[in-house]
């Protein structure tokens, strides 16, 4: 099997390996909407790739593997133009202030806890509400025969409206269909700009399904706004990582890139293939593996107790 | 007396080693790249030697003979398709006397932590920082390492070759158990090296001696840090120690080189090249992708 010495990870890889991760990652991210860093990471760091690289790496294949995403989406109609811009200074703020956050937990020397335990918090949380959410939305279709295209906000939106609507600077985004506070997008991506910065992810596992339940946006229409976020995202923390920390491989990047763009592709072609309901029980379950993985990793006895402190990145 | 008695171990010991050396000890030359032909051929004639003291005629007049080590490639090239490198450490020195060559590699301060279990979760416990640590280590000796007592007259007068000795991981310490001292710090140091394929510690086995020359084969894994590795050999006489020591080096070469040079001497160009180029392929594909 061909192998790669990465330059700036200073190991050797398998190639197929390297491109099937990308690969399945990216198939993931065309078909959910989420940048895939939550899985990518991980599983870079499990065939032995270092950890700030891993991430460093992943930020800039997911900046090429979201706008291949955001192209068939955008083709599509599917893009929020105006969501995805309020998103992005709410994410910029966030992100900025993410990063000081994140420098102070890391002095008290348990940032890896904090960021184990958030994703845990999250993704239970979210995972939970989205699976029980797609399957009564499901159970509801097969007894109603409705439309494939309702969504999870046209299911909820009696509940929703009330306090929505009594927000100010109520703005209408007719991509999605809905008038909303501004403060709600940005407020959002505030949230996922700090989380974001902390944890290392583009933020697209917890910004679908928020988009879908508190903004009430169409599901089709949440995935392609979400890469559009992402991308930018990505590339800001590509820079970051480059020019502060170097720990961007351009080698290991290109290679999950060659993987992940062809998937992401795929991905988004299958994704309009699936009613709103099935992709989003197809991601809750993705994302309550996740979350029992990470349990488990937080509660079991790790086979080496003892491990390197590594500068630089995150 | 004394004399006699340690030659015929170490003889035995030799005898031992050289069969080893022709089934698990060492690869064939086949099985890894970069094998020396040299050492083949220098290694296969020792290996239907029978174990007996009478066996080494090489092991008289030993004190005459001066100690050196060489090692071979005296560059490793880590380029594009680097998958580690065998390297032949050659050392002349007196068969009959106790011998030990130790390889390390660049040496940088790290910091250790141990996982502590609380309220049911594992977190970040005790840590250390190890000065001057080596990023790689390999140990071959003719005999256990802790008999290797090295004084004054070993020329390991800043207890450098004892501070490297240090690292290499006690099986009798219980991995469970808190370091309580630095000695400790450096065992798990080691024993993370080892788990990463960079620490070796072959007493015994690779060491073999033939006409006053031993050789050990020394497999360094594509992870293996790059920069200046340092080899010291060291003999042990009733006189006495006597060091030799050599070097290898481990650089970046061809696209590796320059992509690793950008990336530190001008990360902004690296870092915006990166980001473009991810840009551009991302739309390349998705173009590609969508074309009606």
Known sequence: MLHIYLPIAEVSVSLL???????????LSGLFGVGGGFLMTPLLIFIGIP????VGSEANQLAAASLSGVIAHWRGARVDLRMGIMLLIGGLIGSTFGVSLFAWLRA?????????????????????????ESVRANLKNRRQSTSPDETAADNQQPNHLTWRQRLPWQMTFPTSGVTISAILPVGLGIIIGVLAAIMGIGGGFIMVPAMIYLLGMPTAIVIGTSLFQIMFVAA?????????????????ALLLMAGSVIGAQIGAR?????????????????VLLVCAWLMFNLISEPV?????VTGGGH | MNHLMRLSALVLLLSGATNGLTSDALPSPGESPGVSPLTSALASPLASRPASPLASPWAESTDTIKPGITATPEQVKAGLFFQGQLVVLRANAPASNPAIIIVSGPRHDRQISKKTRQTGIWLNGPSAELQN????LAVFSSGPVGEFNFGDQSGDQNGDLTDLLGYLPDDMTDPEQTPTSLKQWRHAYGRLLKARNLLINQPEKPLVGQHNQFFARLMLPSSAPTGKYQVTLVTQNDSGFSRAESQFEVVKVGLVKQLEQAAFTQPVLYGVGSLLFALLFGWLVGTLFNRR
């Open chain 1, 108 to 132: 008290t020397g348990q940032v890896d806890l904090v960021i184990k335990l958030l994703y845990v918090v999250l993704l239970s949380s979210i995972g939970s509400m989205m699976m029980i």
């Open chain 1, 17 to 27: 390996m390297l491109m099937a991760i990308g690969g399945g990652v990216g198939f």
């Open chain 1, 236 to 252: 800001n923390v590509t820079l970051q990582q480059a020019i502060r920390v170097q720990t961007v491989d351009v080698v290991l």
């Open chain 1, 270 to 286: 299958a994704g309009t293939k699936l009613k709103g309901e099935e992709l989003r029980f197809l991601l809750a379950l993705i």
């Open chain 1, 51 to 54: 950890p700030a690289i891993a």
């Open chain 1, 304 to 308: 080496e107790l003892f491990g390197m």
């Open chain 2, 133 to 136: 640590a080596p990023g790689y």
